[in-house]
């Protein structure tokens, strides 16, 4: 296979966009959800969007486990 080596990077990069598609994906999800989802006050609200904001998709995460998936049970 002599176009092997050239391919290679073609489809790391198609995974690797992929996967930075999902990641945005999912942090707009939690950003829409802590703004549509109701709390005790307004300040635990502001809190978690920046939380989501500042820290990204670790802050995404972050929020999907202790509220999300709290939330759903």
């Known amino acids: 296979m002599p ?23 999912f942090w707009i999800w939690m950003i829409v959800d802590c703004a549509t989802r109701k709390f005790k006050s307004d300040s635990d609200k502001i809190v978690w969007i920046l939380i989501i904001i500042f820290l990204n998709i670790l802050g995404a995460f972050i929020y999907f486990l202790a509220v999300y998936l709290h939330k759903r049970k």
């Open 3 to 25: 176009f092997a080596g050239f391919l290679f990077p073609f489809y790391f990069m198609l995974f690797f966009l992929l996967v930075v598609v999902l990641a945005i994906a």
